[in-house]
């Protein structure tokens, strides 16, 4: 599988959690938003959990 086509599919069940067991790292940040953690995204994702805490993961989840 090329890599546009696995970005392309959602991120499995089983590697997203609610963050009600734990709190939600930088990677489970960017794997809510739908995408595969790179460096980049998961330090966006530090800044931002940082920055404005569990209102930057609820923006992401309904």
């Known amino acids: 599988m090329s890599q546009s086509e696995d970005e392309s599919r959602p991120t499995p069940d089983r590697l997203l959690h ?14 809510a938003s739908g995408r595969e ?4 995204l998961i330090e966006k994702a530090r800044k ?9 993961v609820e923006r992401l989840l309904p």
């Open 18 to 31: 609610t963050g009600a067991e734990h709190p939600v790292d930088p990677e489970d940040m960017v794997r």
């Open 37 to 40: 953690p790179t460096p980049e």
């Open 48 to 56: 931002a959990l940082e920055e404005e805490g569990p209102a930057a």
